[in-house]
């Protein structure tokens, strides 16, 4: 049984390994964008640090949840607490999205004359056409070639939207008790999640490789890499929370009526999903 009390956890170091982290991951994806040659390094330590939190971080708050430590209020406080981290997410994709719809909708238009901006089309870039993908005036991101989107794409929107109907049903067998199709369906949403990965890996190294498509390939090449790069990086912390999902599930950390545990990995699963479909509409199709 859960404690009556409010349960307040002690002073907690992860939040400063955390912040390390991601201060020398910083660092470390500056300089290498900037053909640092410390980048790659220090993008790989500020990786492992973050990876050693959440495992670190991850593995304190299952003992404190085995132990009983927590009622219903910490458990609605869990809730809210996913809830609005869930909302800074979207915020988050909302950003880089509303940049993609501005670059597109009204810069470019605008660089090509429209509005505004016949002046400066007229005096500082006359041939620039404002067409969509561009690598921007005076061909300054270099030719390229973008990514079909019935192509690989579609096959990975079709793997995430498969992974959420395995989550689906693994939530399905969890609330009904049945352990060995909850671990199943558990493993299938992680082979799932690391098949996109490795496409998108595939596809990252053709379009750098042979379609001349890189982040500085104006306009388009940042937001593209931007949007499907924290996608990506989204999909890896996502894989690993399923994994430490599935490996407790394997342990029977998880009842029918006790595992919000579970059910937040779910969500942020969804979301991922759900952003997934975004960018597949407006980056790839569209």
Known sequence: MAQSSYFVPPTAKWPIVGSVGMFVLMIGAANWLNQGSIGPWLLTIGAG???LMIFGWFSEVIRESRA???NAAVDASFRQGMIWFIFSEIMFFGAFF???FYARMFAVPWLGGEGTGAMTNQFLWPQFEATWPTHGPAELGGDFQTIPGLGLPLINTLILLTSGVTITIAHWALKKGQRTALLLWMIATVALACLFLVIQSYEYVHAYQDLGLTLGSGIYGSTFFMLTGFHGLHV?????????ITIRCAFGHFSKKDHFGWEAAAWYWHFVDVVWLGLFLFVYVV
């Open 98 to 100: 509303g940049a993609l």
């Open 49 to 51: 640090i973050i990876i």
């Open 236 to 244: 890896v912390i996502g894989t690993i929370i399923l994994i430490v």
């Open 68 to 70: 009983s430590l927590y």
